[in-house]
T-cell receptor, first 114, second 117 residues
């Protein structure tokens, strides 16, 4: 079955601290992986994506993610968190081709302490 | 960058009425649009896929007669919630992708908060 698991429902970090949000997926074909961020009452903004090539991908706002096929993981990282990073983060997986259908994880709520 | 506009951003309606939500791609032609539903504190669940000029494809468990989708042009898709009931209250988000060139990612609208009283 195709699925995305974000084990951490809620994470709190101090401003300036490093961050890692976990994402594990189960997908029958070559996965295309995404991280999105959602502010309250808003739509989703794409942080980064992995289709192929270098397994360490850089995104916007200083985020990066590493694709590890052997672990079926695509964890999101940021070296130093800013208060404005507080939001809901979603990992998603899709397939190749025209479908564009994404399967989303449950989301991780990030709270940033001053 | 690519922009998807969703309108209205929120709507309150009475039970039994119908509500139309619009999703527009502002600077690209969206051959495919997707409609998601998000319950509070939960993830997004795909409701249906709409392709310009053809019938929408609904996910299992989604009532096609209740959630009418029309994708009449390459820049507009609409979702109509017919005979709305309080349990239809939710956050609806559309997304769009253009003609595929190397697997373009989805671009999301800002969502519509529907409250049915």
């Amino acid at each position: 079955a195709q699925s995305v698991t974000q084990p951490d429902i809620h994470i709190t970090v101090s401003e300036g601290a490093s961050l890692e949000l976990r994402c594990n997926y189960s997908y029958g074909a070559t996965p295309y992986l995404f991280w999105y961020v959602q502010s309250p009452g808003q739509g989703l903004q794409l942080l980064l994506k992995y289709f192929s090539g270098d397994t360490l991908v850089q995104g916007i706002k200083g985020f990066e993610a590493e694709f590890k096929r052997s672990q079926s993981s695509f964890n999101l990282r940021k070296p130093s968190v800013h208060w404005s990073d507080a939001a809901e983060y979603f990992c998603a997986v899709g397939g190749a081709g025209n479908t564009g259908k994404l399967i989303f994880g449950q989301g991780t709520t990030l709270q940033v302490k001053p | 960058g690519a922009v998807v506009s969703q309108h209205p951003s929120w709507v309150i309606c009475k039970s039994g009425t119908s509500v139309k939500i619009e999703c527009r791609s502002l600077d690209f032609q969206a051959t495919t649009m997707f409609w998601y539903r998000q319950f509070p504190k939960q993830s997004l669940m795909l409701m249906a896929t709409s392709n310009e000029g053809s019938k929408a494809t609904y996910e299992q468990g989604v009532e096609k007669d209740k959630f009418l989708i029309n994708h009449a042009s390459l820049t507009l898709s609409t979702l109509t919630v017919t005979s709305a009931h309080p349990e239809d209250s939710s956050f609806y988000i559309c997304s769009a992708r253009g003609q595929v060139v190397g697997n373009s990612p989805l671009h999301f609208g800002n969502g519509t908060r529907l409250t049915v009283t």
